[in-house]
Structures are given as C-alpha cells and as structure tokens.
C-alpha cells in the first residue's frame, strides 16, 4: 500500500475522486439549504408567529374573537395557503379546514395531509403546522402549505443515494483513466532511460504528437539523449583512433628496440639504431602532448586568458615567423588586411591555430605558389584566414579534416599527424568562433571567424 500511495499518478487519481466528492457534497448541500431547508425555515417562523397571535387572541378575546381570526386568515389568498383546526375543550371541531390531524397533541411540528377538493380536481397541499393546548383543554392546530418544499426535500432524499454512488463511479473512473495516462508516459520514459542504460544508445522516448506537456519533456529528453549519443560515439571515435594510430609508431619502436638488441657488435649500426629508436620515442611523446593539448581545450580546462586581441597584428607576426620558410620554399607569403578588426580572443591560442594553418599551407603548396594572411570583417565577424594555391581538398575531405588523425590522400607523402587541425577547430570552438575550408580554386582558403570584440 505505501509503495502505491508513492505512486504520483495513484496520489492524483485518489486526489481527483475526493476533490470531486467533495465539490459535489458541497454543491448538494448548498442546493438542499437554499431550495429546502431555508423555505422550510421561513414557513416555520411564520407559522410560530402566527400561532403566537391567535392564541393571544384567543386568551385574549375569547373564542369568537379567534374564529374570526382564523376564518380571515383562511381566505387570505396571498402567500402560502393557510390551514387551522380548532377544537372546544370537548373535543369538537369549531373550526377547520384541515381534513384531519393526530388524535393526541404534541409540541413538535406536524406534517399533515392536507389535501383539497375543488371542482372533482384534488389539490395538493401539506400542512407544516404547530399544535396547542389551552389550560382550559381547547386545542388549536395551525399551518401553512408546504407541500412544494416537502416535494423537493423528497427528490433530494430519493436523489442522494444515487448522487453519491455516481460521484464516486465517475471519481473513481476519472481518477483511474488520469493516472493511467500520466503513469502511461512516465513508463514510456523510464523504459526508454532503461534502455539506454542498457547500452543501446540509439533508444528515443516515442511522443503523442500532441504538443502537450509531456510531448515537450520528452523531446527534450530526445535531444539530451542525441546530444549525449554524439558525444559519447565522439569520444569513442577518438580513442579508437588514437589506439589505432599509434600501434604503427609503438610497433616501430618495438622494432627498433629489437635491433638494437641484436646489434651489439657494430657500434655505428647500433647508434643509427639508437637514434631512430630516440626518435621515434620523441614522435611519440609529440603525439600525446598534442592529444592531450586537444583534448585539455576541448573540455574547457585551458585557462584561456581572453581578451581584445588585433588580429592584423597577429596575422604580421605569423607572416615574419614563416617569412623564411616561405622563402626558402620559393613560395610567396603575402598580407592583406582590409580592415582592422579587434577580436576577443587569448593572443597565445590564437596564434597558435594561426601558424598551424600557415604551415598546412607551407606544407601543401608547391614551390612557386602564394599564400596570403588576410585580416577582414563578415557579416559581423572578425575574420583572419589563410588561402592558398596548393594541392587543395578532394570532395568530402573538408568536413573531415579536423578531425583526430585524419590525413588527406593527396598528402600522404608530407610530415605531420594529422592532429594540426584539430588542434585549431578546439581552439575555435573555445572562442565560440567557426573554423571553415573553402575551396580557393586552386588551393584551400581556411578561415576563421570570431566576435569582434567590444571596446
Ligand atoms: N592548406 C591545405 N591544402 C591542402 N590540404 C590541406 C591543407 N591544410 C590541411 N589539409 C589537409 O588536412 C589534413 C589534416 O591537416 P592537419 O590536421 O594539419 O594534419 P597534418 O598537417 O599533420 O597533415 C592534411 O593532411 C591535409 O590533407
Ligand atoms: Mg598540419
């Protein structure tokens, strides 16, 4: 029972029965009081007050003086029909037009019939009345009708059972077909988390098309579960990348080693071996320390230092650090600024994803060709790209990159690990800016666009 009573949607369902008891007991109630109990109320005082008066009429004056009275008050029409009996202390009937009344007088309120007979037509009528008993033995009976109240108070009693039996059905059945269709959704979803702690990532909580409530909880749960789908498959392509790309280089090393071993003899064979051996270690370690330079500003644990940084100054250093290499390649390193754009960045971070792209294009660009830096603002952006006339993208590469390792078909034959770019897209993405490669026809045009920063 009390795991039930926990149940949110049993909670409700007993909540809604008894909410609904209740208003309908009241409304009942209310009804019984205003058409019932409070004309029953009037005709009561009226009849006290008058059964009051007439019998000080009778202490008072005598018994004509009331048969008068009586006589008058029976054929006053207005109001509510009016009925007296008057007995002599004998037990007569002097006066009346009750049809009958009980034998023995009591001090409550009697309800007597009172019915009329006029034309062959029998008229209806209930006698609300109060009975008296004189010390001198006469007796006085007097009422008024109420027989339209006592008409309802009957329906009422009659009613009631059969009031309260339907609130409760309908209580009882409104409040299992509500908790059935909230205890119906949340099931939905927590089948659906269950299935996704299970391991099956790709599990989706089916919504109603309704728009309701629920339908906007569990699209938001949807896209949490996407979202959560990407990372992880994310996160998942990346070590298995980086286990994969780095078993070549161990397995080199390995070798290495191994030679190393064999060769104790020959000391020039040795130390050739030595070396390569060294550098390989050396790659390897470069590897990592870029991998987890990614990854540490990928999460956000980069301490990044931002402020207003102008890139035109950025873009002439980068330009005199490559000036030689560019030189000694025999390939043109230009400038262009258009306009000065000061953009909110760390100076460190952003000239580091800078001279990545200046190498790339170093590297990919053969002898004769032309780079060019160039500093502008789009669209409300502060842009610093690097274009090229090199070997440029096959179809598809562009979207894939920045990614871990990823090296294009063109450029095998170059240095490098393919971790350049991803090293820039993180650096991008810290700064809320986009990275993006468009083709330059020939060659790559990579552009990154930035906040301009506020003075
Ligand atoms: N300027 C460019 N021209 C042509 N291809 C490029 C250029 N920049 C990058 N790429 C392609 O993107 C790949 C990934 O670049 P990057 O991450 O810097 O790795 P790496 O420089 O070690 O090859 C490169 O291998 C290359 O195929
Ligand atoms: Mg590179």
Redesign the pocket.
Known sequence: VSRLWRSLSFRLAVAYAGLLCLSTAVLFGVYYWLSVERPLDEIRVRVSREAQVLAQVYIADGEAALVTALNRRAHDTTGRRAFHAFLAPDGKLVTGNLPSWPEQPSSGWLSLEADVYRDGDELDFSALARDRVFPDGARLIVGRDAEDVEDVQEIVQVALPWVTGLTLLFGCLGGFFMSRAIGRRLDAISATARQVIGGDLGGRIATEGRGDDFDRLVETLNLMLSRNQELFEAVRRVSDSVAHELRTPLARLLAQLERLGENDGDGEARRSAREAALAEAQRLNGIFDALLRISRIEGGRHNAAMRPVDLAVLARDACELYAPAAQARGIELALDIASGAMARADPDLLFQALT??V???L???PEGGRITIAVDREAGKAVVS?S?D????QPG?AER??ERF???????G???????????SAIVALHNGRLR?IDNRP??R?GIALDIARP
Do not use: H, Q, W
């Not at 090199?390 to 993208?393: A, D, I, N, R, S």
């Not at 490098?416 to 991803?422: C, I, V």
């Open positions: 990545n792209l190498d790339n294009a590297k990919y660009t690097v090229d090199g070997v440029g993208l590469e990159i920045a990823f090296r294009g078909a063109d450029t095998r170059a240095p490098g690990e393919g971790l350049g770019l991803s090293l820039v490669f060659g790559l990579a």
